[in-house]
């Protein structure tokens, strides 16, 4: 009975009793931390950190040419091109990649980092993150060789199709029977 | 399977396996028997069926491509688990389900995380509902695909059970500001999704059964996202995270891929829902008539939408279209099966269907698809596909 009243009066069964079932534990900061990959395109859930394109030259070489090739044109029909294809949209063949398509920084550097290298994800550091994203950008031609990329400057590259998409309209189409 | 025998039954059997060989041995020319196969106790189907999936890589990277679901040899709508279409980035990981925690945390006033038990503790709930990859049937638009695996085998149908979603934010407690939902998977590339809390309140549920059993790995064992009529990218499988937040992260998988790019260069992005189309599975591409006289047209249909109110089929290339038959149970974000007695009279001719959901949603022409999308949009597409059937009995694309 006591040990009961000193539960109740516990914060923990408190805040379970605002719960409706009481299942599942309460997540530590170590559960979010283990799962924290999501980075939005303002910034929010970059880590501190920074690299350069010349910097990150040397880790695409060793961790992501064999893939993507030394100037990130990729392997056709193997591995997807990294460069190329801006202004391309319109054409009867666009070529999307991260230079063309993508309108965020922020989520070439958060696939990078969750999902690269293929074989070995989420191995790169934070600065290995930006490094080797700014090498990305710069063989796009979009950031250069020597400027600093970090949880700053990275949401403010400016992505030559930031304004390439419209929210769902359909239906979209009228059909005629 | 062998390995769920406990091993004491494992030693009985290897046991007897060992003295059934030494009594063989013995014996000379013993008469076959004819009484039937033993029971066992995982099923298998019977050797003489052969129907799989198709696999394409789509990388060099293995684990990066599809498998496409066999439409044109499957009956009613419910698809076979291990024929259940696949679509992976980054390969199947094998999950330990005693160690997989779900974290729902962010914007919410009690972060949990729960346990398969803890969330199989929860009321459950069971769905029969079509899963369609948002790129079933790229290519198809400006080049017609030979066989209905092809064109349209990213489309499957189970019944899923789980628990639904909004039980599941309400034990965590969702704070005002928290509008979207950042669904993360634990496959290598940690494969995650926007999703506007509205669907996650709506009808989304947390699926760790398909047809009655455990997930399949290939399809998020031990727990999926399951968002009724959404695009297939969106149920994200292997579910760990659930993010509540106030903006979308605008992922690769929501920007990159599943965005349509439209002619005049705008991708429309977070195009979810999967609009109405139907498909005839027999007879269809690949297939042969035995020959004229009467022959079944079946297929399916499915709206992402709601249900499908009308399935019509032509004989006549689309002069002339009369109501199929609607199988029971006609379902919301189901497939559904309709059926079309024919008498064919062998000559060369060209079969179609089309349907309308009950939102009044029409089924497009290819051509009225093309000229409001173009043929770059690559995502969603849902015409109408028309098959010929030749004069002798063979059926190609039209």
Redesign the interface.
């Known amino acids: 009975m006591l040990s009961w009243l000193l539960l109740l009066c516990s914060a923990g069964v408190i ?1 379970a009793q ?4 009481g ?5 530590t900061a170590a ?2 931390a283990q ?1 924290d ?6 910034g929010k859930g970059l880590p501190s950190g920074k690299g350069t394109a010349d910097q990150g030259a040397t880790i695409y070489k060793e961790k992501c040419a064999e ?1 993507h090739n030394e100037k990130g044109e990729g ?1 056709p029909g ?3 091109a990294l460069v190329g294809g801006i202004g391309s ?2 054409s ?1 063949k ?1 070529l ?1 990649t ?1 230079g063309s ?4 920084a ?2 070439v550097w ?2 990078i980092r ?2 690269m290298p ?2 070995h ?2 191995s790169l550091s934070a600065d290995e993150a930006y490094a080797v994203t700014a090498f990305v950008l710069h063989l796009n031609g979009l950031v250069e060789r020597t400027q600093e990329l970090n949880e700053k400057t990275l949401p403010a590259v400016k992505m030559p199709n930031r304004d ?10 009228k ?3 | 399977m062998t390995e769920e025998l406990t091993p004491p039954r494992r030693r009985f059997l290897a046991l007897g396996a060992s003295l059934a060989g030494a009594v063989v041995a013995c014996r000379k020319a013993p008469a076959p028997s004819e009484s039937g196969a033993h029971m066992r106790g995982y099923g298998e189907r019977s050797p003489h069926e052969k129907s799989v999936r198709v696999v394409r890589e789509l990388t060099k990277s293995l684990g990066t491509g599809s498998s496409r679901t066999p439409l044109g040899e499957l009956h009613g709508i419910i698809t076979p688990s291990a024929l259940h279409f696949e679509r992976h980035h980054s390969g199947v990981p094998a999950l330990d389900p005693a160690a997989h925690r779900l974290l729902v945390d962010g914007l919410v006033e009690r972060p949990l995380t729960f346990s398969l038990d803890d969330l199989k503790r929860f009321p459950s709930a069971s769905r029969v509902c079509f899963i369609e990859c948002g790129g079933n049937s790229i290519g198809e638009p400006g080049a017609n695909l030979p066989d209905v695996q092809k064109s349209h085998g990213l489309l499957s149908c189970s019944e899923w059970t789980g628990v639904p979603l909004s039980i599941v934010l309400k034990e965590a407690g969702l704070k005002p500001e928290a509008t979207w939902m950042i669904a993360e998977g634990a496959d290598a590339g940690r494969m995650s999704r926007s999703i506007p809390v509205s669907k996650a309140l709506d009808d989304a549920f947390l699926a760790y059964a398909q047809n009655g059993e455990a997930l399949r790995p290939e399809q998020g064992y031990p727990l999926r996202l399951l968002l009724p009529g959404w695009e297939g990218n969106t149920n994200v499988k292997w579910l760990h995270r659930l993010q509540l937040v106030d903006q979308p992260a605008m992922s690769a998988k929501e920007t990159a891929n599943y965005t349509d790019l439209m002619p005049d260069g705008k991708a429309q992005q977070f195009t979810f829902v999967m609009e109405a189309r139907s498909v005839i599975t027999r007879p269809s591409g690949g297939q042969k008539l035995a020959g004229p006289g009467f022959h079944e047209i079946t297929g399916l249909a499915w709206s992402g939408y709601g249900k499908i109110a009308r399935v019509e089929v032509s004989t006549d290339a689309g002069q002339t279209w009369a109501d199929a038959e609607l199988q029971a149970p006609v379902l919301s974000k189901a497939a559904v099966r309709f059926r079309y007695p024919w008498r064919w009279d062998g000559k060369e001719t060209v079969i179609a269907c089309r349907c309308t959901d009950e939102t009044g949603y029409l089924q497009p022409t290819r051509d009225e698809f093309i000229a409001v999308r173009g043929l770059n949009s690559g995502y969603h597409y849902n015409g109408i596909k028309p098959w010929r059937v030749n004069a002798d009995g063979t059926v190609t694309h039209a």
């Open positions: 805040a605002s719960q409706p079932y299942f599942g534990q309460p997540a559960d979010t799962k990959l999501t980075v939005f395109p303002n893939c392997r193997q591995y997807p949209l319109t009867a666009p999307k991260v398509f993508w309108p965020h922020t989520t958060d696939y969750r999902a293929f074989d994800p989420r390439g998409f419209v929210p769902d309209r359909r239906p979209d189409i059909s005629k029977r």
